[in-house]
């Protein structure tokens, strides 16, 4: 596969090929999951877009990362959004992919006002831990996640 390929903001229209990359990097077909957030992305008004796409010279999507913008009742929350989706080509990856969609995104919030990002990963991931670790994102020192096991 090519390692070139383009960045843009991600569109309506990118919901199959989306669902069918997050498929193949993880090996289930999560259309509500995709059609809830397309849904909030597209369709609401209560949420600004923020999601990229990345696509090879051929117009085949490579990768996506997905993020949210809250707009609520008192206008646009832009101290912060959230990050919460992430997917490259498996044949794709470690070809700076993901990275550059991470910096397209965060010049996109950054012309929006936004002034922090957060996303959560799973302690045990230590690919994704490594990944966001080497694109500048930190643990939080604001926040602490708690739990309790049913």
């Known amino acids: 596969m090519s390692s070139s390929f383009t960045v843009r903001l991600m569109k309506a229209d990118d919901f199959d090929a989306v669902v069918a990359l997050d498929s193949r990097t993880t090996g289930a077909a999560r259309v509500e999951y995709y ?24 117009g085949a999507l490579v990768g996506f990362v997905m993020a949210e913008l809250y707009m609520g009742e008192y206008g646009i929350s832009r101290a912060g959004a959230t990050l919460d989706t992430i997917g490259v080509e498996p044949g794709q990856r470690q070809q ?40 500048a994102f930190e643990r939080a020192r604001s926040v602490v996640y708690l739990e309790r096991a049913l």
């Open 96 to 135: 700076g992919v993901g990275k550059e969609l991470l910096e397209a995104l965060m010049a996109h919030l950054k012309q929006l006002g936004v002034t922090r990002v957060n996303t959560l990963v799973d302690v045990s991931d230590e690919t994704l831990l490594t990944f966001f670790s080497s694109n």
């Open 35 to 58: 059609q809830m957030k397309f849904d909030k992305l597209f369709a609401s008004k209560e949420f600004l877009p923020t999601s990229m796409v990345a696509e090879d010279e051929a």
